[in-house]
């Protein structure tokens, strides 16, 4: 089925997952339907997924990036997210394709290695690594949506901003020059809102005005961090 109505996949099941079929939106290419593939696999073989409709399952294009633990459509998305990654990209064939330090070369390299789409390998990258990591996702400057590692600080851009003005990758945008930068030097202030971070960054750019940004946090071994809960002080009896 080529034309969705706004979904990205369907399962077609019962709710005790007697038998199921799986359509996938073949529009935007095949990795990206390869995903869907293995998304809608997960919600068939995760038996406490309660279905979204009399008939199945139905994803839409956000589902596909859902990483959030709420409610409980939302937590049966990123499970699936992460029951498809996992198949697709597992830990023993991404790891011999990561360079010693983060680059964003790393993900091309898997992308076309593992055939899944570049938005997986950036996810995994950042899931895979020891770095504090970040990516964001943009179009002709403007922020589609954004993804934080574990411990990364608050990201203080979101859907519909713009680029910060001071990033390099606002300058790489601009130069609309297809192509990987070099790892640079950030101000913290341009994308996060601590000063007491070292913050560096590295944008892809394509020829058809996307690009990913990859951030990269190092963070004070006496992190203070607003966003991380305190913890008390011991007391002895």
């Excluded at 996810?123 to 020891?130: C, L, Q, T, Y």
């Excluded at 990364?152 to 851009?157: A, D, K, L, Q």
Aim: aromatic share 8%; charged share 25%.
């Amino acid at each position: 089925m080529d034309r969705f109505d706004g979904f990205e996949g369907m399962l077609l099941t019962d709710q005790v997952r007697s038998t199921g079929a799986i359509l996938a939106n073949t529009s935007k290419g095949y990795r990206r339907a390869r995903f869907t593939v293995a998304h809608e696999l997960g919600h068939f073989l995760m038996e406490r997924h309660e279905l979204t409709s009399d008939g199945g399952f139905t994803c839409r294009a956000q589902d596909m990036r859902e990483t959030r633990d709420g409610r409980q459509h939302v937590r049966q998305e990123s499970q699936a997210n992460q029951f498809a990654a996992e198949l697709l990209a597992p830990t023993y064939l991404v790891t011999p394709l990561l360079s010693p330090e983060p680059d964003l070369r790393d993900a091309q390299r898997m992308r076309d290695h593992l055939d899944i789409s570049l938005e997986v390998c950036v996810r995994r990258m950042i899931g895979g690594r020891d770095e504090v990591l970040a990516a964001v996702w943009s179009f002709k400057g403007e922020v589609r949506y954004l993804v934080k590692g574990s411990g990364f600080p608050y990201v203080t851009v979101s859907r519909g901003d713009r680029l910060p003005p001071i990033s390099a990758a606002y300058r790489a945008v601009q130069n609309a020059q297809p192509g990987f930068t070099e790892f640079a030097e950030a101000h913290p202030l341009s994308w996060t809102s601590r000063t007491d971070v070292d913050l560096y960054e590295q944008t892809r750019m394509s020829n058809n005005g996307h690009a990913v940004t990859l951030l990269w946090a190092d963070i004070p071994d006496d992190d203070d961090d607003p966003d991380r809960p305190e913890l008390s002080v011991p007391t002895f009896r």
